[in-house]
């Protein structure tokens, strides 16, 4: 029996409503957390308390809120670095590597040592946020020179890249620097720790239990960076303008090439630096598992905030509570769950941006036909 409606897909001609990327991305996490919902009902298990115990455990006090936004930090400087490489149309998927290569890179700052031990930490955290940049821009460099040189596709070179960096480190951390025969370093020195809000506690008892650290402001800082390059500097035309429309670039004496490797090298540098902050302020040593795929899951907060550099922040947070209630909410891999309905939200609602639905009723859908005929 015929349906009496069709749905018509057209492509869009104009310019998207500047609310609707918001709206649909908002829609996505809508849409994902109610399928999550559905799926945890089919198995017998009470959605409200499962999503009322999450709550608690990721926004219920500011001891947990804080440990939200430790999460949140290296997702925040990981999803600026894909939204910078997307903006240009290069698809970086190797901030998993840069992580761990920023995080290799400012290790060697206090494990070589490069600077004294006994320095002030006022110059041995730059020195090791700097390194770990420098880590990360390199590792975003060689596919970039790849891609702009010889064509060679960004997407297989950044993905196997991911691997080459996390062997690279096992490497040190399994033998020349490993701590008793166990898979990390040793303790870095307290002088190369990110401070801590509880390191103030017996100066401020309201700071007692809380984790937040200052690898936070990095970025925050890096949101207003990457917001001022985009929107206000001539590169950041450039980088829009080649993303949009490549021949037009080149028709304006772009040069492409040396964009692609720039930008591939600021990708990587953002990326390198959350990997610094992630064992300067949480972790304080290099260890075989330093993330929990955060350079994978920075590509679904990039998307998901439509490449908007403040909407990075607060789409970190989000996944920064699914990290942590994933170790605190059962049954296990909820958190996993809804991060999976997201993606697939996220990149559904892109057909809601390139073309418009209609829904054809019967008695439209006869005339149309007639009239075709």
């Known amino acids: 029996m015929a349906l009496p409606f069709s749905v018509a897909v057209e492509k869009r001609t104009e310019d998207v409503p500047r609310w609707m990327p918001a709206l649909t991305s908002v829609g996505s996490v809508v849409l994902a957390f109610a399928f999550s919902a559905l ?4 198995i017998g ?53 840069q992580f761990y290569m920023g995080a290799f890179f400012a290790s060697l700052v206090v494990l070589v040592p490069l600077l004294p031990t006994n320095s002030p930490p006022a110059v041995l955290i730059p020195a090791m946020a700097i390194m770990g940049m420098v880590g990360g821009a390199v590792w975003g460099f060689f596919p970039g020179v790849l891609k702009a040189r010889f064509g060679v596709n960004e997407i297989i070179t950044t993905l196997m890249l991911n691997y ?66 985009m929107q206000r500097s001539r590169w950041g035309y450039e980088i829009r303008l080649i993303g949009d429309n490549p021949q ?27 990997g610094m902050s992630e064992i300067s302020g949480v972790v ?19 998307w998901l905030a439509k490449l908007n550099p403040f ?16 170790r605190e909410v059962q049954p296990s891999g909820i958190a996993q769950l809804i991060q999976g309905f997201v993606l697939f939200a996220v990149i559904s609602s892109d057909v809601l941006l390139r073309y418009k639905i209609h829904i054809v009723r019967g008695a439209d859908r006869t005339a149309a036909v007639g009239e075709s005929t």
């Not at 799926?39 to 089919?42: E, M």
């Not at 009470?46 to 997702?75: C, E, H, I």
């Not at 960096?165 to 990110?194: K, V, Y």
């Not at 290099?286 to 795929?293: A, D, K, T």
Request: hydrophobic share 55%; aromatic share 16%; with cysteine.
């Open 39 to 42: 799926v945890l009902w089919l």
């Open 45 to 97: 298990v009470n959605p409200v308390q499962v999503y009322g115990f999450f709550l608690r455990a990721t926004f219920g006090s500011w001891a947990a809120f804080s440990d939200t936004m430790v999460k949140a930090t290296p997702l925040i400087l990981v999803g600026l670095a894909c939204t910078v490489a997307f903006k240009m149309k290069l698809w970086n998927i190797g901030a998993e590597g």
């Open 164 to 229: 080459v960096a996390i062997l690279w480190n096992n490497f040190w951390i399994f033998d020349r620097w490993s701590d008793a025969g166990f898979q990390m370093t040793p303790t870095f020195e307290r002088n190369s720790w990110l401070p801590r809000l509880s390191d103030y506690a017996r100066t401020y008892p309201a700071f007692s239990g809380i984790t937040l650290h200052l690898g936070v402001i990095f970025g925050i800082l890096a949101a207003i960076v990457v917001w001022w390059v």
């Open 248 to 274: 037009a670039a080149r028709y304006a004496g772009i040069n492409i090439a040396r964009n692609i490797v720039l930008v591939m090298m600021f990708s990587g540098a953002l990326a390198g630096l959350a």
């Open 284 to 302: 304080h040593r290099l260890q075989e598992r330093i993330s929990p795929g955060y350079g994978f899951t920075g590509i679904i907060v990039a």
């Open 311 to 326: 909407g990075v922040i607060l789409v970190s947070i989000l996944f920064g509570a699914l990290i942590v209630a994933g």
